[in-house]
């Protein structure tokens, strides 16, 4: 007997998910020292994101002060991004602050946007010239005017960067980056049955930008922390024991290495 064709949902993954992959700049890589096993055409990331976790832990260890330990996570920063260039990944999302964190003490917050502030405008000349496009995951309107200012100045200074796309989230969580998408697709008068997993995408922080392939995080810790927890639906995780003041380009590679060595399935 013939069996009747099945019925699949229209919208069902990843159909919803890959209309965003023309979207995303189209890095190379400068050198050819890849490492060993990995082909740069079919298995480095399009889109890494970072959970950089360790910076007190690293301080308190060296008796330092957290806000030291900080200062010393955006040299870390500095450092990848040029390697993260070099090897031609396009994309880039960095956990830098989130809501939760308002929870901390007065001073340490304070202190990460006064780093901040200090890093985009002595940086911001070197992003530019790198050809790095920022791009801010989170509610701007939050955060104290200096901090805005110092924000929107490097979005503006930044805009034609076309080599990397640095995603910077602060003040961002992912539970209110949904919030976020909701309230926009009800002010825009969507009917409820219009509503599809590409709405919801196109609403998000990130629209328009494929999902992370790689999610990384550093300093021992496996958990995701309200970080993308849309986009990372399918993204492969790598966790590494390293704080993140010592993760280097040795670390990132070993990261890439290990995702080129895995098979995604998504779901098939």
Do not use: C
Not at 4 to 25: F, I, K
Request: proline share 7%; net charge negative.
């Amino acid at each position: 007997m013939a069996r009747t064709p099945l019925a699949r949902p229209t919208d069902a993954p990843p159909t919803a998910h890959g209309s965003a992959m023309a979207a995303a700049p189209g890095a190379t890589p400068d050198t050819p020292d890849e490492p060993s096993g990995i082909s740069p055409e079919r298995d480095l990331p399009h889109h890494v994101a970072i959970i950089m976790d360790g910076n007190r832990r690293w301080a308190r260890a060296r008796g330092l002060s957290d806000l030291e330990g900080h200062a010393a996570g955006v040299e870390a920063i500095r450092r990848l991004l040029r390697h993260v260039v070099r090897r031609g990944v396009p994309i880039l999302s960095l956990y830098a602050f989130s809501r939760e964190n308002w929870a901390r003490s007065d001073a340490e917050v304070v202190g990460l946007f006064g780093l901040l502030e200090q890093a985009i405008r002595s940086e911001t000349p070197e992003l530019k010239a790198e050809g790095v496009r920022v791009q801010l995951l989170g509610r701007l309107d939050e955060l104290p005017p200096e901090t805005r200012r110092s924000i929107l100045s490097a979005l503006d200074e930044t805009a034609g960067g076309n080599r990397l796309l640095l995603n910077v989230a602060f003040n961002y969580a992912g539970r209110t980056e949904l919030v976020d998408a909701v309230r926009q697709i009800i002010a825009a008068g969507m009917p409820a049955d219009a509503v599809d997993e590409a709405t919801i995408a196109d609403a998000l922080y990130t629209a328009g930008l494929p999902d992370p392939d790689l999610v990384i995080r550093t300093g021992g810790e496996q958990r995701i922390s309200n970080f993308l927890i849309w986009q990372a639906a399918y993204s492969e995780f790598y966790f590494s024991p390293v704080l993140w003041p010592d993760f280097d380009a040795a670390e990132f590679d070993a990261a890439v290495l290990e995702f080129a060595q895995r098979t995604r399935r998504f779901g098939r």
